[in-house]
């Protein structure tokens, strides 16, 4: 571990990071996500999940990394690091805490995609084991290139317990930690339709979202579908949060994983 890695913090993205977030963004890019884009992900809670490190000193974000949970895998979104901080070790910072992230979140797997001529960042996921799965020809453009396609496997054991059990191990109180938001995920994904469609119906919102994010003009109607499914996504989300919620309340010993 370098002196970087030693005296990084890491919290969790918030809007008030967007600014700053996006002037490393468009410096790191050839095709930088545009604020709405970043700005869904910051808003995104429960399924994404954005961090950000700052030079101290000067209260600067230097780098972020975004990540979003897809069933069982972490999709690895976007992590960039200010260039005037590379090659100190903050990507392998910001490594260590997305594979901690699948870990803590039980998860399987990371996926990724790289442009194929961005070697900084391909030898960061080589260096840390992950490996090559797939091409994706044409995936980016300006300029248009091939996106490689990166997974990391997971090494750790299932969760076994109970939400209870995990509480009384880690002897915190009412407020619920990442990793039991995730069994609970994962307990209503198994027995709730309710919830699966939810879900469903989210990520279908974000996808059409996305969409209309990277186009530059839309028609009047265009805007008005656009800030229905934003308004819609943002009931499906207040909804499955409820869900998460109200099951902790409900029954701690319903949960069982593993
Ligand atoms: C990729 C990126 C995040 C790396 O961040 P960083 O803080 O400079 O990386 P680190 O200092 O932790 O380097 C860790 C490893 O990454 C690799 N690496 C980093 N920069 C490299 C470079 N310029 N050339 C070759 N390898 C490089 C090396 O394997 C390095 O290990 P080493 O120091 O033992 O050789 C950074 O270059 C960046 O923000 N790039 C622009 C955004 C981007 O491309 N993001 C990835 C999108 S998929």
Request: hydrophobic share 40%; net charge positive; charged share 30%.
């Amino acid at each position: 571990m370098n002196l970087a890695q030693k005296t990084l913090q890491f919290t969790p993205a918030s809007l008030s990071d967007l600014e700053q977030i996006m002037v490393i963004e468009r410096v790191s890019f050839a095709y930088p996500w545009t604020e709405g884009m970043v700005r869904s992900e910051l808003n995104d809670a429960p399924l994404s999940f954005s961090y950000v490190t700052r030079d101290l000193e000067k209260n600067q974000i230097i780098a972020y990394v975004f990540m979003r949970v897809l069933y069982d895998e972490l999709h690895l979104l976007s992590i960039a690091v200010d260039p005037a901080w590379r090659r100190q070790g903050i990507g392998e910072a910001l490594i260590a805490l997305v594979l901690e992230t699948v870990r803590e979140k039980n998860l399987k797997r990371v996926t990724l995609e790289v442009r194929i001529s961005n070697r900084a960042a391909c030898q960061l996921y080589r260096k840390f084991g992950f490996k090559e799965v797939g091409l994706r020809r044409k995936y980016y453009c300006k300029p248009t290139e091939n996106g490689l396609v990166f997974q990391y496997e997971a090494k750790t054991e299932p969760l076994t317990g109970t939400i209870g059990q995990y509480r009384a191990l880690t002897q915190k109180g009412g407020m619920m930690t990442m990793h039991e938001e995730q069994l609970i995920v994962e307990a209503l994904r198994k027995e709730s339709y309710e919830f699966r469609s939810l879900e469903k119906t989210h990520l279908e919102l974000e996808a059409s979202l996305e969409v209309m994010n990277k186009r530059k003009i839309l028609s009047s109607d265009e805007e008005l579908q656009k800030k229905k499914a934003q308004k819609e996504k943002l009931a499906v989300k207040d909804s499955m949060e409820m869900m998460i919620r109200e099951y902790d309340l409900a029954g701690e010993a319903k949960v069982r994983v593993g």
